[in-house]
């Protein structure tokens, strides 16, 4: 009969805590920090290791772009005025972009976080 009272107190505090991490307010994400109003420029005008493919093109308002930027030491290179990448890969040729190319002028940490980015038109 002892065995049950500490595996019934186990459960009961189980509960209770996933009950309080369920009602956790979420972070928000993506399209909550939209990147700036700026007009696309073409490909051609966008040098080739510059031109990216980012998972998240996003403000330097979104708390991850401050997060990623202040440990990896980028925090003073940040321009409210042009979007920052996130996970990004180079388009390299033909390469096709399903998400957002953006020609970034400081690309680091192999595309982890690319600054200073404005959107392109790949088209033209």
Do not use: E
């Not at 080739?48 to 998240?56: A, E, I, K």
């Not at 997060?67 to 409210?80: I, N, P, Q, R, T």
Request: charged share 5%; hydrophobic share 40%.
């Amino acid at each position: 009969m002892m065995l049950y009272k500490p595996l019934v107190s186990l459960v009961a505090v189980l509960a209770a805590a996933s009950s309080v991490a369920a009602s956790v307010t979420p972070v928000a994400r993506g399209n909550d920090y939209p990147p700036p109003n700026l007009a696309p420029v073409p490909a051609s005008q966008c040098n080739t290791q510059s031109l990216q493919c980012c998972n998240t093109f996003t403000s330097t308002s979104n708390p991850l772009t401050g997060l990623l930027s202040g440990l990896l030491g980028l925090g003073a290179l940040l321009d409210a005025s042009l979007g920052v990448g996130l996970s990004c890969l180079s388009i390299i040729g033909g390469t096709q972009c399903n998400n957002s190319p953006v020609c970034c002028t400081n690309v680091s940490q192999n595309g982890l976080i690319n600054l200073g980015c404005s959107p392109v038109n790949i088209n033209l």
